[in-house]
Nanobody, 117 residues
């Protein structure tokens, strides 16, 4: 199967920065896309950013211009650089991977991000 391990979450003041990492391992011979979702308390899980295996990126409107997603293909790792953080960015951030073949989304366990005002 597929294992995803996130890291880099934590507590930061508004205006600060964090960098999340997600390392994938297991049966990931052909990745379609990887990315990040987030879920705030009492809310649904929403898309933050995705990157395809060809490098195409997609961002939620709320993070455009502040967050940057990037990938390191050789390491099967995806990053999320988060700048100018706001209290409303507070959430658990989940890494997602979709692979060609079964078309399923695989999820990490999440890393919490808390932005204080």
């Amino acid at each position: 199967q597929v294992q995803l391990v996130e890291s880099g979450g934590g507590l930061v003041q508004a205006g600060g920065s964090l960098r999340l990492s997600c390392a994938a391992s297991g049966k990931i011979s052909s990745i379609r896309y990887m990315g990040w979702y987030r879920q705030a308390p009492g809310k649904q899980r929403d898309l933050v950013a995705l990157i395809t295996n060809s490098g195409t990126t997609n961002y939620a409107e709320s993070v455009k211009g502040r967050f940057t997603i990037s990938g390191e293909t050789a390491k099967n790792t995806v990053y999320l650089q988060m700048n100018s953080l706001k209290p409303e960015d507070t959430a658990v951030y989940y890494c997602v991977l979709n692979r060609w073949g079964d078309g399923m989304d695989y999820w990490g366990k999440g890393t919490p991000v808390t932005v204080s005002s």
